[in-house]
């Protein structure tokens, strides 16, 4: 089993729709918790980082659930912008970041 | 500015051949990483190095060296025994264990170098 899993993707969702990202991961002792945008042969960039509270930024929700080890990113008002591929990303006690594979979303008019 | 640079962007090399592949970063950060991304795929951490003159191996680091003999850099040579070595080599640091009280483990990345083995 892979330590962090993503939706398979892709994604097609028509500009406004809301759209959910899942994830989950294998070692209960990870400390820290990310959503990362990539755009198309560039780098990956940190959109967000996930707390239990959960946390919202503008059109971005995330959420995290330790007892089920699940990590989750909502997207509302999707725009054309908003297409990407948004990797989950979570800090081990081995000081060290294992990323997911990746969800590709496309927004389309 | 603050950040990560990594050189060069395109590389294109004959298979058998050692290539070293850059990575300096200005922000002051003690730990460092490698990771590698195939295409449709996700990161996969080759090396880190937590503070200078230390480094461990991630989850694919055969055919992988590095080195860190300063704070600033961390160089990746892709040998000969790496089998599949074509690829997207991404460089990354955080503040590290030594920062522990601020870092939030969010990783600050390069843009990247290409490397195509023909």
């Known amino acids: 089993r892979k330590e962090v899993e993503q939706d398979p993707g892709p994604f097609n969702v028509p500009e406004g729709a809301t759209v959910a990202f899942n994830c989950t991961y294998s070692?209960?002792?990870?400390?820290?918790f990310f959503w990362y945008r990539q755009d198309c042969r560039k780098e990956p960039k940190l959109l967000m980082s996930?707390?239990?509270s959960g946390n919202e930024d503008g059109r971005f929700t995330a959420q995290l659930n330790r007892a089920s080890q699940y990590i989750s990113l909502l997207i509302r008002d999707s725009k054309l912008s908003d297409s990407a591929t948004y990797l989950c990303?979570?800090?081990?006690?081995?000081?060290?970041?294992?990323f997911g594979a990746g969800t590709r979303l496309f927004v389309k008019a | 500015d603050g950040g990560i640079t990594q050189s060069p962007k395109y590389l294109f090399r004959k298979e058998g051949q050692n290539v070293t592949l850059s990575c300096e970063q200005n922000?002051?950060?003690?730990?460092m990483y490698w990771y590698r991304q195939d295409p449709g795929q996700g990161l996969r951490l080759i090396y880190y190095?937590?503070?200078?003159?230390?480094?461990q191996k991630g989850d694919i680091a055969e055919g992988y060296s590095v080195s860190r003999e300063k704070k600033e850099s961390f160089p990746l040579t892709v040998t000969s025994a790496q089998k599949n070595p074509t690829a997207f080599y991404l460089c990354?640091?955080?503040?590290?264990?030594?920062?522990?009280?601020?870092?939030?483990?969010?990783?600050?990345f390069g843009e990247g170098s290409r490397l195509t083995v023909l």
């Open positions: 922000l002051n950060h003690d730990a």
């Open positions: 190095s937590q503070i200078v003159n230390d480094f």
């Open positions: 990354a640091s955080s503040k590290g264990v030594l920062d522990r009280l601020t870092d939030t483990g969010e990783l600050f």
């Open positions: 990303a979570v800090h081990t006690g081995g000081f060290k970041t294992i």
């Open positions: 070692n209960s002792a990870s400390q820290s």
């Open positions: 996930v707390y239990s």
